[in-house]
């Protein structure tokens, strides 16, 4: 899992841009080279990213592990933190129920758990919350607008890149 940092002071400085994915773009919200926030927006993206968070960017498009640090103000618990690091480690291209994850975590019957830890997940998709679906195959809630359609381009995507490596 990429490194998760807890800020302990409130930031003077929260800096912000927008990054193209193949499903909408991404604002990511950012202190110096802590990813605090990544929202599913339609804005345009940002001429001149940070050079950190473009690199960052391009290898999760590309199917490898971002080198990325993750912010948050408050320390999760200890259970929310194991489902982050179950989450962050599902392939590009796979994909794992509420229920596996919940196993995984070691609460066999937390999958509502799981669903409402990944509801509030504040950094997909370094943390590929859409890659969490339901029980039967469904896929179930993601953040923003048009929410369910981002999630299934997001898979989408990542099915296309698995079979054809050369494609985007």
Known sequence: MPELVVINKKP????????PSPA???E???IEDIVV???????????????WLLEAWNRFWRGERPNVK???????????????????GIPFGHK?????????AGKPK???AVGTIMRYNPW??????????????????YGGPQGIKIKEALLAYEAKVLNNPSAE
């Open 70 to 88: 993750l912010g948050t103000s408050k320390r999760p618990s200890i259970f929310s933190k194991k489902v982050y690091e179950i989450v962050e």
């Open 37 to 51: 926030r990544v929202i599913p927006s339609y804005l345009e993206p940002s001429i001149d990213p940070p050079l």
């Open 28 to 30: 990511i919200i950012y």
């Open 110 to 112: 937390g999958a509502r």
């Open 12 to 19: 003077n400085i929260l800096s912000r841009c927008v990054l």
């Open 24 to 26: 909408c773009s991404f």
């Open 96 to 104: 794992k129920t509420y229920g596996e994850v919940a196993a995984l």
């Open 124 to 141: 997909p998709p370094f943390v590929p919350c859409h890659r969490v679906i339901g029980k039967d195959g469904d896929l179930l809630g």
